[in-house]
């Protein structure tokens, strides 16, 4: 391994396992990021649920895919709460002055985020489960579909950074780390199908990568069909390239993006 | 060859020149007390001179180091402490100081004998294991300190260190320093303070919006500032005159008394406590009542007046 590669590894294992003690203090905050898509997936069965109709499948089992991508982007979230904090407590400053990597503070942040979000997905699946989703596929499908779903989650993170270290304070971080998020999670197929939308919207959630990512999930664990996901549009018939696809994206857009403004940042 | 090097550095913030064309020069082994009010640029300086900040114009090199060109190498023989505590709530003491070990890229069984004799070093290890966020005030800053040194650095930079210490706690990091520097390590520390200056530093450079203004030992800037003077009050207005008299032959510069008749205080520059037995033995024999006698030691704010002309306007310096 070269050496710059091996510094990063080791820094951002360091500021992981800083990162991994505070959610051990703080529990609640695993906690509490495990009730939100409890209530989601309560909320939408019991209650939207009865009224809103898929085709060829029960509303749960479609429902599942959806509050997984859901979850783990707001869960990404709390990367931009993460460091605004760290900044407002001048830590960033600190570890700016230290011999380590610059990416490390990032990659130890979004790394903590990643498994915050595994711990919450092992919830859902059981919360799931209970409910009555099924998953229809073989393990290795579904094993994919819960790698992708981390990808993504880890992907959503880096967006997550930017914004943390773009704004001026916590607060405003706790706001605007999650409100872009219910346009972009609702404006998607995660929990109605898109045919009923207007022509625009439905164009705008097709394209999304709650879609892509959601569809992916539903093939990858046999929770589609054809009514749902016709095979005649592109984003449907190909959402396991695109979902991979908008996640390679979001990476080499935003972990550059988000290592410029780590170096500015304290400098403010 | 001198360790710090700073030449015409400027940083603006807006309007706000911060840094106005400061140069400085720290020899290897020595102590720079960087002494001014609030707002002077002394933070400013720091968080140059530890890359943290580009300055719009200027040279800097640290232990020989162009810190512009080269941010990273300085970033591995220097050790900062912030004006405030940047350390983690969550974690204990020891993990802190173990992450910041780590981070210096010591081996991790290596990084936890530091941080052992880091917290007993500075009087933390009945805390170790506790979460920072139940520390007092000084103890955080006593922590950050420890953070600072982890790795042994050569150069060591100190933004008002002891601001917020007990007298006591005080004292022991002013000989945590000075054993640094006995070790041959060379230090830069802002304060507010001219005590703490005199007792650390071996220059003193007086920053007033953004530029030194005056360099010396603290001897030279005391001589300048006028040193130590007596107050004296007394009982009785008519004895006066025979007060001067006594108080001339005391005095190192009898050209600088003020008098004031309406409080019947005379004030005089003198040489040391000595001066201070020596009236109160006098005045005694000479049966001069006396309500109060001190010896007052030149202020921050003194040194300002006598250098500037205006005192250290606290907060301002558009
Ligand atoms: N990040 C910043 N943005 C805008 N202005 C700044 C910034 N940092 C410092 N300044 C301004 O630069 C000037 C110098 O500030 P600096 O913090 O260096 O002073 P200081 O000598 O450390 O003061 P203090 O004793 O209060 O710590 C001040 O007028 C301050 O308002
Ligand atoms: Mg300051």
Redesign the interface.
Known sequence: MNADVR?IV??GL?VT??NL??MK??PDVVVFAAIQPLMFVLLFAYVFGSAIKVPGISYREFLMAGVFTQTVAFGSASTSVGLAEDLQ???I????????SRA?VLIGRTSADLLNNLVVTIVLIGTGLLVGWRMRSGLFDAASGFVLLLVFAYAMSWISAFIGLSVRSVEVAQSAGFIWLFPVTFVSNAFVPTAGMPTGLRKIAEWNPISAVTTALRKLFGNTNDQIAPMNRWPERHAIALAVMWCVLILVTFVPLSVRRYRVA??R | MPAIVTEGVVKTFGKVRALDGLDLEVDEGTVLGLLGPNGAGKTTAL?VL?????PDSGRVSVAGIDALARP?EV??V?G?S?Q????????TGR?NLV??A????LPRHKARARADELLEQFALEEAADR?VRGYSGGMRRRLDLA?AIVSRPKVLFLDEPTTGLDPRSRNDLWSVIDDLVHLGTTVLLTTQYLEEADELAHQIVVVDHGKAIERGTSDQLKARVGGESLRVVLAQLNQLDAAVAILRRITTDPSNFVVDARLRSINLPVGGIDALTEAVSRFRAADIELLDIALQRPSLDDVFLALTGHTADHGAAQ
Do not use: C, N
């Open positions: 510094a080791h820094d360091v396992r800083r003690l505070r203090r703080v407590r001048g830590i400053e600190r570890f700016r002055s230290l011999p380590m490390a304290a400098t | 968080r530890t890359t943290l900040l580009k990273d970033r591995r220097i900062v912030g405030h505590a940047a350390i983690d709530e969550y974690l993990e992450m910041f780590e981070l210096y890229q979460p953070g």
